[in-house]
């Protein structure tokens, strides 16, 4: 068994039905070259991803992640993913894993290169960081402008807010800013005052026995282990909703969450400097859902 599996994927139309999905895809060396220079994902980030958390051999919430891939595809107008043959990409690389740990599993569709006849797309499948500690300990986060109005996404449609691109600059200086303010990671607001998301996380928040996250526009992207998180949370009879939440609320809630695919769910005892309570019990039974099988 192998700690790294690397895919280069051959993308198939959305409507193909090849029977040997396998002859699509091959692997290669992680450290050897794959991609050529003119390569439109590492020029200008032109492309999309999901990353698949993997426990004890079971890829968690796959189709959900290649759902919401097909949903990125179509926002930046590129070719419809075939996700059978995603599919059966991600399981020869979780069946290539150990079968004990938690990996994550990075999918990319890129544009491809500049006039190229087709699109890019791989898979890298490496062991995840251990969060062990963040989940059990909580994190400190600061609040962050992103520089646009909630309904940005609805009167701009080309800045592609609601797909999950390659173009994670943003992202990234906004965790080294955190970084600098001594904090742990970030939450987005609004230019007009309201609660968006992590860089790389959605929010949740926890008032008395009701459970909220802010409202699913063109501006957030729906998480796919928060939408897991509710489904859980309605089934075992607690109430969820999705609104618009004033930052004001964030300090106000009886316990937030950040939740991501590999992270899982990482209590915010800290905001802005000032401490927030956390239900480290909540979150121990949050996560050990998360860390149970899902589909």
Not at 12 to 20: N, S, V, Y
Not at 207 to 229: E, F, K, M, N, R
Request: charged share 25%.
């Amino acid at each position: 068994m192998a700690d790294t599996v690397t895919l280069l994927i051959e993308p198939l139309p959305a409507d193909d039905t090849a029977t040997d999905l396998s002859a699509t895809f091959r692997e290669v060396d992680a450290s050897a070259p794959a991609l050529r220079v003119g390569e439109l994902s590492t020029q200008r980030g032109d492309g999309i991803f999901e990353t698949i958390g993997v426990v004890d051999g079971h890829a968690q919430e796959t189709r959900p992640h290649l759902e919401r891939l097909r949903n990125s595809a179509r926002i930046c107008e590129l070719p419809e993913p075939n996700l059978a043959q995603w599919e059966a990409a991600i399981d020869r690389a979780v069946a290539a894993l150990p079968s004990r740990g938690e990996f994550a599993v990075k999918l990319v569709l890129s544009r491809g290169i500049e006039h190229g006849p087709a699109p890019t797309a791989w898979l890298h499948a490496s062991a995840a960081a251990d969060f062990t500690a963040v989940r059990e300990r909580g994190i400190r986060v600061v609040t962050l402008d992103r520089g646009y109005a909630r309904d940005t996404a609805e009167r701009a449609p080309w800045l592609l807010l609601g797909a999950k691109t390659l173009s994670y600059a943003v992202n990234m200086a906004a965790l080294r800013e955190a970084k600098r303010r001594g904090a742990d990671d970030a939450i987005f607001l609004s230019s007009d005052g309201y609660v968006m998301e992590g860089p790389t996380s959605s929010v949740i928040l926890r008032h008395g026995d009701v459970w909220s996250t802010p409202a699913p526009s063109g501006a957030i992207l729906h998480g796919t282990t928060q939408l897991s998180l509710f489904e859980h949370l309605e089934a075992t009879g607690r109430r969820t909703e999705y609104r618009d939440i004033p930052v004001s609320e964030l300090e106000r809630a009886d316990a937030a969450w950040l939740v991501s695919s590999v992270r899982l769910a990482a209590g915010i005892v800290e905001i802005d400097g000032r401490p927030l309570a956390h239900d480290a019990d909540e979150t121990r039974a949050l996560n050990d859902y998360l860390l149970s099988p899902r589909d």
